[in-house]
């Protein structure tokens, strides 16, 4: 993936509960997932998978405990938020408007420099430079999902979150889907995916299981590799 | 990125999906058409209860045909979770607000543009002699419906029923805008027409407290 990342940025949950109404999605998470790391979360549907991403990106807050983002001590919320890809169960872009017409949109609000040059690396990375001008309604389920991680990128984002983003691919999309991430992490990024996917697992050097709103299991932390960036 | 820079990003946007897709063009077109046609058939109203009505009229034409469209406003931003990445950007929450709801006055405006001709004949109105000061009254009281109908719109997005829930959170407390412009645009097509000063001071500072107030409060309307 030809994208370059900044150093990346980790995330520690620390007690955190989330409450909607009678339902407690989250009991007392806590989770450090240091600037780098590439992290699978598992667990049933209903676990809290999408709601740990979901407050990670700063989306959803917690009714108890403290998200803390590692790497962006003292900023604002707007301006973490700003360093954080989110590609979620849905695609995240309009399909009114063309790829190309999405990726100005976003990159005209997060005020990124040189955006036309930005775009068509994003759409090369991915792969749509060839349908950059058709509308995201009329595209297969493979490539929203290619148009939602371009959407993500940017910004080049220090932390990456997908929600599922196997779910309705192919066997080949499956493929691209691995080596994207894998790129993702080699370039530097802190990358958390929760998935059904065991594909998934072998990419990340840490799986963590939830259920219920607990985590479950967490592999040992002291054998995550990191990435390049984070290294140094 | 500044306000102005990303609430003009915001309203590009609206601006050019409706352009596209024409889905509130279109509803809201067809909708105030059939009031206009329908009640100047059923009342065949004489040239005094032509004036005493068209400004009812229009107000409450121009009310329902912007509560359909305002339903669209936040709704659109769910089938994909574009609201999400909205949020996600680093941009004031009221960029939001502010680019919707100038998206929505500018679609009411040209409803509106389009329909005072067509109630003016319709209802044998003349409405040249006084076009400028009713196009101040309209103005304001738009501009009152469309930041309202922003927020409640944002407000009742998730809500089950939402389609019966706006017009009922609208309605009582739009009710103020809705007076005063029909009294102040009544002043307007009697035979010696005057500007209602009272009642253009009231949408004024009606218009002026609700965009202070969304203002104010865009961080949790746009929140979780």
């Known amino acids: 993936m030809d994208i370059a990342l900044t150093t990346s940025l980790g995330v520690e949950f620390d007690r955190v509960e989330k409450r909607f109404g009678a339902l407690l999605a989250l009991r007392k998470v806590t989770l450090r997932i240091a600037p780098g790391e590439f992290v699978a979360l598992f667990g049933p549907n209903g676990s809290g998978k999408t709601t740990l991403l979901r407050m990670a990106a700063l989306l959803v807050r917690p009714s108890a405990g403290r998200v803390t983002h590692l790497g962006a001590e003292g900023r604002g919320a707007g301006e973490i938020r700003g360093q954080i890809g989110l590609v979620g169960h849905k695609a995240l872009v309009y399909?009114?408007?063309?790829?190309?017409?999405?990726?100005?949109?976003?990159?005209r609000l997060y005020g990124v420099s040189r955006p036309a040059e930005r775009i068509s690396r994003v759409l090369d990375a991915v792969g749509l430079r060839q349908r950059a001008d058709d509308v995201a309604g009329v595209f297969s389920r493979g490539m929203r999902q290619r148009l939602a991680i371009a959407r993500a990128l940017i910004t080049e984002p220090r932390l990456l979150l997908f929600d599922e983003p196997a779910t309705g691919l192919d066997r080949q999309g499956r493929d691209w889907l691995d080596r994207t991430l894998d790129g993702l992490h080699d370039a530097g990024a802190t990358v958390i995916v929760s998935t059904h996917d065991d594909s998934l697992a072998a990419l990340a050097a840490r799986s963590v299981h939830l259920d219920a709103g607990r985590v479950v299991r967490d592999t040992a932390a002291s054998a995550v590799p990191l990435a390049p960036e984070a290294r140094r | 990125m500044n306000l102005p820079r990303s609430a003009g990003a915001v309203l590009a946007k609206e601006?050019?999906?409706?352009?596209?897709?024409?889905?509130?063009?279109?509803?809201?077109?067809?909708f105030v058409l059939m009031v206009a046609g329908l009640f100047s058939f059923a009342f065949s109203p004489t040239a005094d209860?032509?004036?005493?009505?068209?400004?009812?009229?229009?107000?409450?034409?121009?009310?329902?045909?912007?509560?359909?469209?305002?339903?669209?406003?936040?709704?659109?931003?769910?089938?994909?979770?574009?609201?999400?990445?909205?949020?996600?950007?680093?941009i004031d929450p009221f960029a939001i607000l502010l680019g919707k709801l100038l998206a929505n006055f500018l679609f009411l405006a040209a409803a509106e543009i389009v329909f005072v001709p067509?109630?003016?004949?319709?209802?044998?109105?003349?409405?040249?002699?006084?076009?400028?000061?009713?196009?101040?009254?309209?103005?304001?009281?738009?501009?009152?419906?469309?930041?309202v109908g922003t927020v409640f719109s944002a407000m009742t997005a998730q809500a089950r029923m939402r389609e019966l829930l706006l017009p009922m959170l609208l309605l009582p407390v739009l009710a103020p805008v809705l007076i005063a412009g029909v009294e102040a645009t009544g002043e307007l097509l009697v035979p010696h027409p005057s500007l209602a000063r009272e009642w253009?001071?009231?949408?004024?500072g009606f218009d002026v407290i609700f965009l202070t107030a969304t203002w104010l409060l865009s961080g949790f309307l746009v929140e979780e």
């Open chain 2, 49 to 90: 209860e032509s004036r005493r009505i068209l400004p009812g009229l229009i107000w409450m034409a121009f009310f329902f045909a912007g509560t359909l469209m305002l339903q669209l406003c936040f709704v659109r931003e769910q089938a994909n979770d574009t609201l999400a990445a909205l949020r996600l950007a680093p």
């Open chain 2, 200 to 204: 253009v001071s009231m949408l004024a």
């Open chain 2, 118 to 147: 067509v109630f003016s004949v319709f209802y044998n109105v003349s409405v040249l002699p006084v076009l400028g000061r009713l196009i101040l009254v309209l103005f304001l009281g738009t501009f009152g419906l469309a930041v």
């Open chain 1, 95 to 107: 399909d009114e408007l063309t790829a190309r017409e999405n990726l100005g949109f976003f990159a």
């Open chain 2, 15 to 30: 601006l050019r999906i409706e352009l596209r897709t024409r889905d509130l063009t279109h509803t809201v077109l067809f």
